[in-house]
């Protein structure tokens, strides 16, 4: 956690990525391709970084591959974290297991149901299309189990919010996009004064701001807007509106998921999990539903409070963006969901 580099930060590779390599060179060694000292993996948006095989054992039935997590210059807790999968055949399709060090998910609100490892959407389809590739370029049934294990997970688990969240016995393996993209938050405000300035130059009078790449897409289509208009927010609301108060454009858009805009409108303007936390007990006092306040997650929230949630949302954090931005710049906020539906508007 201290790393601190001098000079440009390198990115790395998430658990989910590391998984994925770790689950093609056991394929290998199960199917009779060899034994490879390093692999290759597609990421979703078409990276093909190579990984080094830590670690490589097999067996009658069975193979296991490690993959050493490096996070780049990210102050990540995994990295250099031993990630391990030990492959065999399944009872039908890829079936998915937590070996030791991988939590399980306990509290509904997750994009894993409850009772599942707590192995994320993307690097289940990332390990899905692994299997289901070489399985066809070489003759074998895509009939594959997936024990995946990380030695030392639950104590580096103590570390993270999995507790919290009801992710018992250890780690999450995460990725959306397979690449931890070093944190640097000087480098990062930089970046979105820059985007600013470039917007600006190039007339562009309509910008948006958003937390994520899925409500970016969303943001993007809904106002049609071109990618220089397009400011890498991330989780820096409040560095971003105050460039925009001293250096204005005609309209600004906010969009993001429903739990980062919770604490929006709760008045955080660093939305970084590690630096903001959702108050649910004033939602609780909010929207008069003592039972919000045991919430586990916004996704809760919403399903006992419903759309009325998102409302308040979307216009508390408007009024807050107007507050910060003056009355001479237009504004408007999108909420969404995990799934990119547009909760509520303001």
Request: net charge positive; with cysteine.
């Amino acid at each position: 956690m201290s790393r601190k580099p001098e000079g440009a930060l390198r990115r790395g590779w998430t658990t989910g990525a590391c998984a994925t390599a770790a689950v093609r060179a056991a394929l290998m060694a199960l199917w009779g391709e060899g034994r490879a000292e390093r692999v290759r993996i597609t990421l979703p948006r078409g990276e093909r970084p190579v990984f080094a095989v830590a670690e490589l054992s097999n067996g009658p039935g069975w193979a296991e591959a490690g993959i050493i997590k490096d996070a780049g210059d990210d102050p990540d807790v995994t990295h250099g974290a031993l990630i391990r999968v030990r492959v065999e055949a399944s009872g039908g399709g890829v079936q998915f297991a937590a070996g030791e060090g991988v939590g399980t998910v306990t509290k509904p609100g997750l994009p894993v149901p409850v009772g599942e490892p707590a192995i994320n959407p993307v690097p289940r389809q990332m390990m899905r299309d692994t299997v289901a590739e070489m399985a066809a370029r070489l003759g074998q049934a895509a009939d594959v189990k997936i024990t995946i294990s990380v030695p030392g997970g639950a104590a580096l688990a103590a570390q993270t919010w999995n507790p919290r969240l009801g992710i018992l016995g250890g780690l999450s393996i995460l990725g959306t996009t397979g690449i931890v993209r070093p944190f640097s938050c000087a480098a990062w405000i930089a970046s979105i004064h820059r985007g600013v300035d470039v917007a600006r130059a190039t007339g562009q009078a309509h910008v948006a701001g958003s937390t994520g790449a899925t409500s970016e897409r969303v943001v993007q289509h809904l106002h049609g807007l071109p990618d220089h208009a397009m400011l890498d927010m991330g989780d820096f609301a409040g560095g971003m509106l105050k460039y925009l108060a001293a250096h204005p454009v005609a309209r600004v858009t906010l969009g993001g998921g429903l739990g980062k805009l919770t604490k929006f409108a709760q008045g955080a303007v660093d939305l970084h999990s590690g630096r903001s936390q959702v108050d649910f007990a004033a939602l609780a006092e909010r929207f008069a539903r003592p039972e919000v306040a045991k919430a586990n997650t916004t996704a809760e929230v919403l399903a006992q409070v419903g759309l009325a949630y998102p409302d308040w949302v979307a216009s508390e954090a408007l009024r807050r963006m107007r507050a910060r931005l003056g009355a001479d710049i237009a504004a408007d906020v999108v909420v969404i969901d995990r799934a990119g539906a547009i909760l509520a508007r303001a």
